[in-house]
């Protein structure tokens, strides 16, 4: 994608070059009239008229062959030592154009410093205008958008102040790549539409043609494929009608690109092979090439493999040239790429490894990117996962690295916009002050006057009248203020009852609808609820808005403490809120950065309600574009962290003043004129914030969209990360319960997590269950005419479980002997999170076998007499202990744990000797034992010591294990 835009650029550029060297002379375009020039040279003796020779040389050859324009430069400089001539001007500027050609834009950038030194310095504007837009040009093209923007900005007033239009339209230019540099796509659009105004008015369609192709460019980069595709077919037509061969390729590609994110596969190809044959006419091996590889994604598309393979090998051979060959690096990492995305992975490993391709093939961040990612998905393909570990890290950092560079891009572009405004603002603030300072003198004038005439009576009178008068208005003011508070009290308790009071109904409604749509399949009927169900909300948001600010004029909020799964809640906003940005065209996005735990502990209900405001107002004022939420990391202290959460759109943006405004809880004139609703959403969200010591910061210009961020403190949780358990078929979930609400409750938070679902609520219905093996069993610890030991082994009898199902307890109360197949114990109330976080870290565990295996445990007995059995018996219950105590220490020794892997294994202990081996290697692994396998150790030891009982009893008799 770079190399194409480079070559689009560097053609487009070199034309408005051309037509601007054009006004200031005439160009010599034919070989005869250059070889006339050449021959006086060699017959002329007289100095003057050689370095006048020399100068013109340099101009005619300058695009023809920039090396020998170059070599006639150095010739002048050589024989003459004036450096403040116009001669000398016109040199320089050869220079920096035929540096530009070699593609030496470091060296050109130098030569243009040369030329502004001499503009400034003769106060020639013209040539100042010149330098500076050269430089401009170098920087951008160098990857220094940033350095290059004030640069540009300044030949933008020099041609303002001029009030030329060929320059203006030049650095409109030239300033639009700029910002698409910066990626400031809607500056860039703009910037390009007033130039293409200005060449309209001038009627000159080789500019018109020029800037049309650099919206169609730019419209595209922005996602606005229709308008971009309008843009390319009028620049194309243009082009066309100018018979101008050698640029007509670049934009038949230029209208393919546009055509296919619009899936229009076959009109792209056509205009494809019109651009293959244009750049084949005119001997233009790149964009060759580049047709040749848009028409090998479409042959992977259409699953023409054979075809695909064809066109990169015509790729490697247009391109076999040493000059070329960075280039055919690029296309082949582009066909790689390719492969990828239509599974071609056996093809994409076998031309991956023939072409040994290098990190430092490559320069550019986004190429670098592509490169990383290929070797990660070649290294997954050859199960080499170090090596695609180590890639996919190069990966991340270079997105976090890109995303950085992005937001540093787009940030210099709001500051740039907001120094404008800003100066605007201090030059009306610095009039209004002068004006106040002029009345505040007359005003004095006049009191002095005034005081003069007066007599000391007459000022004794008015001072008592004033002093009585104020007193009375002091203590009318204060009855006024005590009888607005206690108004304002019983409105908010009048609040506080009716939001409550609707509240209760509206969850009803959203029950009813959520169970209706799980009933419905039609698909227009779903649609209806979907819509009714965004309504309650919309409406459930307002009451919200409003019960918190009337909590918060009653004293401070106190935010709870809840394990919140940050991607999961950005992901449930995602879902409740993408349908109203789609509704709009626009794009809602969300991400979590890699240093952000997945698992915090905050208030949840807080941070949903200020991400719902922010994201509610950014759908609102934005019209195109997309919206974007974001987490990061801002410190960490052990297990206290402070989190940025960041919502950025492309909407209509806002002043400094509207933003100063907004920041106040002033509603704005956009607010009013949209009918945005009360306004309530970032009062609270200012209110909510001040209290708990943070604030909303507001970055915005007009045109560029707003970004509003805020923090919060919060802690990590010391539960796992939840993740979606359903996964190798074992997600098969029995529940036994006798309660309704509590089955049914069960049963749909199950069925949201992944799991197919089977109820039952008494023993006779567990013997006519149907007949198939569940992976999780969730059962009450008593039902009406069974318990929990009575119904697994009734589902053992039945077959329907077996050694791998994992039994939760659902019990609300503390249970004292556990059957020995309970894998963990869920206690009632629960919530989501809960019960989501237990069966994720039940199915991080292995399969753990039997309790014990019964026969060998007696068989190892009967050799033994009473003493050795006494003995025997000791030396467990001390091995056992000492398993209790090491689990109470905060760093247990998994020596410990390795002795007793064999010894109870030999005993017949089967699942404590397959928990100490999982504690042994997670202590070797982590340095740390996670708070589920100790919960699972403490309760097989507790089974176990059981079990040793009743073994080491007179005439043990032990149940299955």
Not at 367 to 377: K, M
Not at 847 to 874: C, F, H, I, M, V
């Amino acid at each position: 994608m770079a190399v194409k835009l480079f070559f689009l650029w560097l053609g487009l550029t070199l034309g408005c070059s051309a037509a601007a060297q054009g006004q200031s002379q005439p160009e010599v375009s034919t070989a005869v009239e250059r070889q006339q020039l050449q021959h006086q040279l060699l017959q002329s003796t007289d100095q003057a008229q050689r370095l006048s020779l020399l100068v013109r040389l340099s101009e005619v050859f300058v695009t023809q062959d920039p090396a020998l324009s170059l070599s006639y430069a150095q010739q002048w400089l050589q024989s003459s030592t004036d450096r403040e001539s116009a001669d000398y001007h016109r040199l320089l500027l050869q220079q920096t154009t035929a540096y530009m050609l070699q593609g030496n834009y470091q060296q050109a950038y130098q030569t243009s410093l040369e030329t502004e030194r001499l503009a400034r310095r003769q106060n020639d504007t013209k040539q100042l205008f010149n330098a500076l837009r050269r430089q401009a040009d170098n920087l951008n093209r160098l990857g220094q958008a940033d350095q290059a923007l004030p640069k540009a900005l300044e030949a933008m007033q020099i041609a303002i102040d001029a009030n030329n239009s060929v320059p203006l339209q030049i650095i409109r230019y030239d300033l639009a790549h700029i910002y698409l540099n910066l990626y400031a796509y809607p500056q860039a659009i703009q910037i390009a539409s007033d130039g293409l105004s200005l060449a309209m008015a001038g009627d000159d369609s080789n500019r018109q043609a020029n800037f049309l192709h650099l919206l169609a460019e730019a419209s595209r980069l922005y996602q606005q494929y229709q308008s971009a595709e309008d843009f390319a077919r009028k620049a194309l037509a243009l082009r066309l009608s100018r018979q101008e061969q050698a640029l007509t390729a670049q934009y038949h590609l230029s209208l393919a690109r546009s055509l296919l994110p619009q899936n229009k596969y076959q009109e792209a190809e056509q205009q494809l092979q019109l651009a293959l044959s244009t750049a084949q006419q005119v001997g233009n091996p790149i964009e060759q090439a580049d047709a040749q590889q848009s028409l090998a994604w479409l042959d992977l598309y259409f699953d023409r493999t054979a075809a695909a393979n064809s066109r990169y090998q015509q790729i490697r051979q247009l391109l076999k040239a040493d000059e070329h060959q960075a280039n055919l690096r690029q296309f082949s990492l582009s066909h790689l790429t390719a492969l990828l995305e239509f599974n071609q992975h056996a093809e994409a490993a076998a031309l991956y490894q023939q072409l040994q391709l290098n990190s430092t093939d490559f320069t550019e961040p986004q190429s670098l990117l592509e490169y990383w990612t290929v070797s990660a998905q070649v290294a997954g393909f050859h199960q080499n996962y170090p090596q695609a570990y180590a890639a996919a890290d190069q990966v991340r950092q270079l997105q976090q690295h890109l995303f950085d560079d992005r937001i540093h891009k787009q940030a210099l572009v709001i500051a740039s916009e907001q120094h404008k405004a800003l100066l605007e603002r201090e030059l009306q603030q610095a009039s209004q002050q002068n004006q106040l300072a002029q009345l505040s003198q007359q005003h004095q004038k006049n009191m002095l006057l005034l005081l003069s005439v007066g007599a000391c009576l007459a000022l004794a009178l008015l001072l008592s009248l004033f002093y009585h008068k104020s007193r009375r208005n002091r203590l009318l003011l204060q009855k006024q203020q005590e009888m607005a508070q206690q108004k304002i009290a019983v409105k908010n308790e009048f609040i506080a009852t009716l939001g409550h009071e609707i509240r209760t109904p509206l969850q009803g409604i959203d029950a009813v609808l959520t169970q209706l749509l799980s009933e419905t399949t039609q698909a227009d009927s779903q649609q209806k609820i979907l819509l009714a169900r965004r309504s309650v909300w919309s409406l459930d948001n307002i009451i919200n808005n409003i019960l918190t600010s009337s909590r918060l004029d009653y004293g401070v909020y106190q935010p709870l403490e809840q394990h919140v799964v940050l991607p999961e809640l950005l992901s449930r906003l995602h879902d409740l809120l993408e349908p109203l940005a789609s509704n709009k065209g626009l794009k809602l996005s969300y991400s979590v950065a890699s240093t952000v735990p997945e698992l915090v502990v905050l208030d949840e209900n807080l941070l949903t309600q200020l991400l719902t405001n922010l994201i509610s107002n950014a759908v609102k004022y934005t019209k195109q574009g997309e919206i974007e939420m974001r987490v990061e990391l801002l410190e960490r202290q052990a297990s206290a962290l402070t989190l940025l959460f960041k919502v950025r759109d492309t909407g209509v943006g806002l002043t400094t003043l509207q933003v100063s405004q907004l920041l106040r809880g002033e509603r704005l004139q956009q607010q009013r004129s949209l009918q945005a609703g009360p306004g309530l959403g970032m009062l609270v969200c200012q209110r909510l914030l001040h209290q708990l010591g943070s604030a909303l910061q507001i970055h915005s210009a007009p045109g560029l969209g707003t970004e509003v961020s805020f923090e919060l403190k919060c802690q990590v949780s010391d539960v796992w990360p939840s993740r979606q358990p359903g996964v190798d078929g074992q997600n098969q979930a029995l529940v036994i319960e006798d309660d309704e609400l509590c089955r049914i409750s069960l049963q749909q938070t199950l069925t949201q997590l992944g799991f197919v679902v089977t109820t039952a609520s008494s023993m006779q219905q567990i013997q006519h269950l149907p007949q198939q093996l569940w992976a999780w069993v969730f059962l009450d610890g008593q039902l009406d005419d069974a318990d929990a030991q009575q119904s697994i082994e009734q589902l053992k009898i039945q077959g329907q479980v077996d050694e791998n199902s994992r039994f939760v307890l659902v019990s609300g109360t503390a249970q004292q002997n556990l059957p020995p197949q309970i894998s963990a114990v869920l206690m009632k109330p629960w919530r989501r999170e809960q019960l989501q976080t237990l069966i994720v870290q039940l199915a991080q565990l292995p399969p753990l076998g039997p309790l014990y295996n019964k026969d060998y445990l007696q068989q190892s007995l009967q050799t033994l007499n009473a003493e050795q059995r006494q003995a025997l018996s000791t030396k467990v219950r001390d091995q056992l202990d000492s398993l209790t105590q090491q689990l109470s220490q905060p760093s247990p020794d998994p020596k410990l744990f390795h002795r007793m892997i064999g010894s109870l294994g030999q005993l017949g202990l089967i699942r404590l000797s397959q928990l100490c081996r999982l504690t042994e290697n997670q202590l070797l692994q982590q340095h740390k034992l996670e708070p589920l396998l100790a919960h699972q150790l403490q309760l097989c030891l507790l089974q176990s010591k059981q079990a040793i009982e009743l073994l080491f009893a007179p005439g043990p008799q032990l149940p299955p294990g």
